[in-house]
């Protein structure tokens, strides 16, 4: 077998000896030209493997951006809860009127735009990219208007309206049109700290008021006729008129039972074709009524 050199077969020794070379025959040399085209090579395979890679990442941050910049409108997703604020309203709410630039979106402060909103509870915005807006929007729902008792006293005739967390917001003919005949609650200046949109109502003050609204709402107009008006004179009493001119005396508690106690005098008055003007449904026996009109005479004429 043919001695190997050793020189030639260990890389530091190599490199020794080309030291020892000058530097014209260290540029020309064939070790060294072999050795830079390898080198050379393997970077050209370098760079045309990843130049594809490179360009479709370009591509793609390119396209991106450029649908940004040109997302319309009509590409944005939207949800109402409860279908009181149309997409075109809510779009007119965040002062979108064109089209939107995903490239400098604020998805944060639209959120806040819409929730400062009197009328919207709560908002989401969620930015999908490249091209997806997603807007879900939960309006208050009108509970009953509110008004103070005294404005005739103070001149102060404003209404609101009151959501089931006890939230006034005022009132919109374009979100609220189902609403309209919603019946006024009558307010004592002691009820509310501030009569204003914002203001929140306690809880024990307006429960009954919710309690009777959802338990009204269990009857049809021929059983029990609509609320138009509600006071609270007293901490325990409520008085209630109904749209056919009957005033009804209640306590706030018990609302069910006492509203199927006004179905069933309402009933009897409607059997004997007679018109109540006031009833007392606070007495579990023998309620009081006062009719509007006397007792028919029963003709009793003998032959």
Not at 6 to 20: C, F, P
Not at 45 to 72: D, F, T
Not at 161 to 182: I, Q, S, T
Request: hydrophobic share 40%.
């Amino acid at each position: 077998m043919k001695p190997r050199n050793k020189y030639r077969t260990e890389k530091q020794n190599v490199q020794l000896l080309e030291k020892a070379l000058s530097l014209k025959d260290r540029l020309f040399s064939l070790l060294a030209f072999k050795r830079g085209a390898r080198r050379l090579r393997r970077w050209l395979l370098i760079l045309l493997a990843a130049a594809p890679i490179c360009w479709g990442r370009w591509y793609a941050i390119n396209l991106a951006v450029e649908k940004a910049y040109s997302l319309s409108i009509d590409n944005v997703s939207y949800v109402s809860r409860h279908g009181l604020i149309s997409r075109t309203q809510a779009m007119e709410i965040l002062g979108i009127k064109e089209a939107i630039n995903m490239a400098t979106l604020d998805v944060n402060g639209m959120e806040s735009t819409l929730e400062n909103h009197p009328c919207i509870a709560a908002a989401t915005i969620r930015a999908e990219m490249p091209e997806t807006l997603h807007i879900e929007v939960d309006e208050r729902i009108p509970v009953v208007y509110v008004e103070m008792e005294n404005g005739a006293e103070t001149g102060n005739h404003t209404r609101l309206f009151m959501d089931p967390k006890g939230v006034l917001f005022p009132v919109n003919e374009n979100y609220h049109r189902n609403f309209l005949n919603a019946p006024t609650w009558y307010l004592q200046p002691e009820d509310v700290p501030e009569f204003r949109s914002g203001t929140v109502i306690r809880e024990q003050t307006c429960r009954p008021i919710k309690e009777l609204i959802a338990a009204s709402n269990a009857y049809n107009l021929t059983e029990i006729p609509a609320i138009s008006e509600i006071f609270r004179p007293k901490e325990w009493k409520m008085v209630i008129m109904l749209e056919n001119g009957t005033e009804v005396l209640m306590q706030v508690y018990e609302i069910k039972e006492q509203l199927a106690r006004l179905a069933m005098i309402l009933e009897h008055a409607r059997v004997s074709k007679r018109a109540i003007r006031s009833a007392n449904v606070i007495p579990k026996i023998n309620p009081a009524v006062i009719y509007a009109d006397p007792l028919p005479e029963t003709n009793t004429e003998t032959k």
